[in-house]
């Protein structure tokens, strides 16, 4: 049973490109939860989805960033404009249902120039 | 003032030793508890978590008081490879049940 996988593992972009950070949760699992590490910081909740619904987003900044959990494939958190101060790792984390253990991937580190 | 802190050490002990880490968390709704490891530059990961009658798992034993808001982690023996962060975490029974992760306690086990 294959882990929680992230792609890509390391992003470079330059400041005003797009980020597409990609997530597949465990198999089995509905629920993705989106953390953001920034340097030398702890993680902070972003964002929650199930299957095609928004549960949560109050750690989402208010602008360029958005995330969706289509009905197929993977779940997708994508920043608009980058700005240097978004360079971080991004970890996705799933579950089996709400409240019970949350397993993460292994993270995307994404680097703004 | 921080949802979740934690003495960001780092604490540099010799293998064999008895170290122990400390938590408070600011909102008394808190539901649940955790302890994740750490290690750099890698993804969180669960290591126990925590009731408020106490629970140990080998050399690990975790503690919670909910009328201090404090929760602990004790590691006796101290292993070359605890060497980590440990992240305290609590979760609020709302509708998201996101994880509040601490800044981290960082370990260091020499030999």
Redesign the interface.
């Known amino acids: 049973n294959a882990g929680v996988m992230q792609n890509p593992r390391h992003l470079v972009r330059r400041r005003g490109q797009e980020a597409r950070l990609r997530c597949s949760p465990m198999k089995g699992h509905s629920h993705v939860y989106w953390y953001r590490q920034l340097p030398e910081e702890g993680l902070k909740f972003m964002v929650y989805l199930q299957k095609e619904n928004i549960i949560d987003e109050s750690g989402m900044p208010k602008e360029r960033f958005s995330a969706e959990f289509p009905k197929e494939g993977p779940s997708i958190l994508r920043i608009q404009q980058v700005v240097r101060g978004d360079s971080a790792a991004y970890f996705c984390a799933s579950s089996v249902q709400r409240g019970l253990e949350q397993f993460f991937g292994p993270g995307t580190r994404l680097t703004v120039l | 003032r921080k949802e ?1 802190e934690q003495d960001p050490g780092p604490f540099n002990v010799p293998e064999g030793a008895t170290v122990a880490f400390n938590c408070t968390y600011s909102n008394s709704a808190s539901q ?1 508890f955790f302890w994740y490891r750490q290690d750099c ?6 290591l126990m978590s925590v009731y408020s009658s106490g629970n140990e798992d080998g050399r690990f034993t975790a503690q919670l008081n909910r009328a201090s808001q404090y929760i602990s982690l004790l590691i006796r023996d101290s292993k070359l490879s605890d060497s980590a962060t440990y ?1 305290c975490v609590v ?1 609020v ?12 306690t960082r370990l260091m086990v020499k030999p």
């Open positions: 979740v649940s530059r890698k993804e969180p990961k669960l992240l979760t029974n709302n509708a998201g049940n996101m994880l509040t992760f601490g800044g981290g």
